[in-house]
């Protein structure tokens, strides 16, 4: 079965939070891009979640953005 992302939105903060699984203490953190943070498994390295920084402004300047993930789609 594929994992389920969670998307989580703090108004207050303008912070999209995009996670795999809960964030916790032994993550890494990294910033891909201005405003743009990845927390890494310190084991595999492998992304487990993401924090958009300024999301709705992004979003009104148009200000797109890539993010470095893999989607699959299946029908349960």
């Avoid at 916790?24 to 927390?39: F, H, K, M, P, W």
């Amino acid at each position: 079965m594929a994992e389920k992302l969670t998307f989580n939105y703090d108004r207050e903060a303008d912070i999209l939070y995009i996670d795999k699984v809960s964030p916790y203490a032994d993550q890494e953190s990294e910033e891909l891009e201005d405003g743009i943070i990845v927390r890494l498994n310190p084991k595999t390295n492998e992304v487990e979640n993401f924090e958009i920084l300024y999301f709705s402004t992004r979003l009104l300047r148009k200000n797109l953005f890539d993010l470095p993930v893999a989607a699959s789609l299946s029908l349960v």
